[in-house]
């Protein structure tokens, strides 16, 4: 798992970049998985390697839709009533987020 800090060998300064050729870049990148560098002593710019960013990209809209599922859940949970359940469940479209589904499915059924 990726934690914010960074260790000694993580932290480089800006100017390296200049003379660091891409495959020490790649293979320190490799090694540690992300890098921090820094301008005038402040860390201002990371990178990560291709592996831990889709790891984070994933994680993040993994997150993002439970955060939906449970908004729309908190929202019109109350709606739901157990024995009125559909006898055939609808299907989400791939693409569409839950909410635009539910948008949807909602005007369909005026």
Known sequence: MVTKEF??????????????????LLEMLEKERKLA????????ATMLDIETYNELIDRLEE?????????????YGHRQDPDEAP????????????????????????
């Open 87 to 110: 006898k055939q469940w609808a299907s989400k479209p791939e693409g569409m987020s839950l909410a635009e589904w539910y948008a949807s499915h909602q005007e369909k059924s005026r």
């Open 37 to 44: 560098f820094n301008f005038n002593n402040v860390t201002k």
């Open 7 to 24: 260790n000694s060998q993580q932290i480089h300064a800006a100017n390296e970049l200049r003379t660091l050729s891409q495959t020490k």
């Open 63 to 75: 997150l993002e839709a439970k955060v939906e599922s449970l908004e729309l859940e908190q929202r």
